[in-house]
């Protein structure tokens, strides 16, 4: 209970302070609360406890259960009631909701499409392609939906008004570079070649019971967030890229073997590798470095072992190994280490 505990204390103070004043007060209310750490103790082993509990009463509010702790969520209520006065209304929910939240807890996955992390692939793709000068083909690994999957219909801008990437585009991502070298952008996307993404659950973002849950990851203060989701869904349901559903690093070599040898192979996921044990994460690299064997590939990654984001490449047969720097977990910014 202790290490759940110190879960919820490391959640408030490294992802939601400055982010969430909302789930920064509820958990470390939670880290102080024996009954409440009993109920986050029924969540899948390897899910990231405080997003998936938030996300179950998220969604249960979403489905307008709960009045009275509806009008401390600004996703619902156009006026919030002050947050610290929500956690007797917390717990009582909580309390009162205890059965369909084990449910949830057990049946649910967190599987946040955060679209606006495209924001910090698209300079590790122009990088790719800069190197390569052949169209790329994408591999994800954890997809759910595969709204990052289409990252080359998206336009970014960095703090500046030029805006790059897809001319046509109807989802604009901006973020900042906090730390290092300003990226060297492409002004039109890369070509990409063929992408597939994978995950032991495929997202389906047209069932609207599926498409509620994603959206109940989404933190309440977030109304930018939700707005990118549903511009990004609506592109996803114009082109739906292919998805697999299956063990994603089982899949990998098979899937591998279908992309054109023509092509630059990368192979990317953001913030899955986290949910991974060690074990998987060894197969993971095993994979990767056998299909380097036969072909040059490129690893795009961050939370495997730290929270940076990095490229790792088989170029000729050597195995090169770089930092981009770190990552906001909801992209709003990103280090550049790279040169150039």
């Known amino acids: 209970m202790n290490q759940l505990a110190t879960r919820f204390t490391e959640f408030a103070d490294q992802e939601c302070d400055g982010s969430s004043p909302l789930y920064a007060h509820l958990a470390r209310k939670i880290a102080e609360d024996e009954d409440l750490l009993d109920l986050a103790t029924h969540a899948n082993v390897g899910q990231p406890v405080p997003n998936l509990l938030f996300g179950a009463v998220h969604y249960l509010l979403l489905n307008e259960e709960g009045k009275a702790l509806q009008s401390f969520y600004p996703s619902i209520a156009d006026e919030p009631e002050p947050v610290e006065e929500v956690y007797p209304v917390f717990r009582a929910f909580c309390m009162d909701y205890r059965e369909a939240l084990i449910d949830l807890l057990q049946e649910k996955r967190v599987q946040t499409n955060e679209v606006r992390r495209c924001a910090y692939l698209y300079p590790v793709f122009c990088e790719i392609y800069k190197r390569t000068a052949t169209p790329l083909s994408l591999i994800e690994i954890g997809t759910s939906a595969g709204l990052q999957l289409l990252f080359d219909q998206y336009a970014y801008s960095y703090g500046e008004d030029e805006w ?5 585009a109807r989802l604009y991502l901006s973020a900042k570079v906090r730390h290092g070298n300003k990226p060297a952008l492409l002004k ?5 070649h063929a992408r597939v ?3 032991v659950h495929i997202s ?3 069932n609207e019971e599926e498409r509620l849950w994603l959206k109940a990851l989404i933190w309440p203060e977030h109304h930018e967030r939700r707005q990118q989701f549903e511009q990004a869904a609506r592109e996803l349901i ?3 890229p292919p998805l697999v ?8 070599q098979e899937q591998a073997n279908l992309t054109p040898s023509n092509t630059t192979l990368c192979i990317f996921h953001t913030h899955v590798a986290n949910q991974l044990p060690e074990t998987k ?5 095993k994979h990767v470095r056998a299909i380097g064997e036969k072909r040059d590939v490129f690893h795009i990654y961050n939370n495997m072992n730290d929270r940076r984001l990095h490229i790792d490449s088989i170029i000729g047969g050597v195995e090169t190994h770089e930092v981009v720097g770190e990552t906001d977990g909801h992209g709003r910014w990103f280090d550049w280490e790279l040169n150039g």
């Open 164 to 168: 790059v990437g897809n001319e046509e």
């Open 197 to 199: 993404g994978l995950d």
């Open 281 to 285: 994460k060894r197969e993971l690299l």
């Open 204 to 206: 389906d973002i047209t």
């Open 188 to 192: 039109s996307s890369p070509p990409v």
């Open 238 to 240: 114009k082109s739906p």
């Open 245 to 252: 559903e299956g063990d994603g690093i089982t899949l990998l």
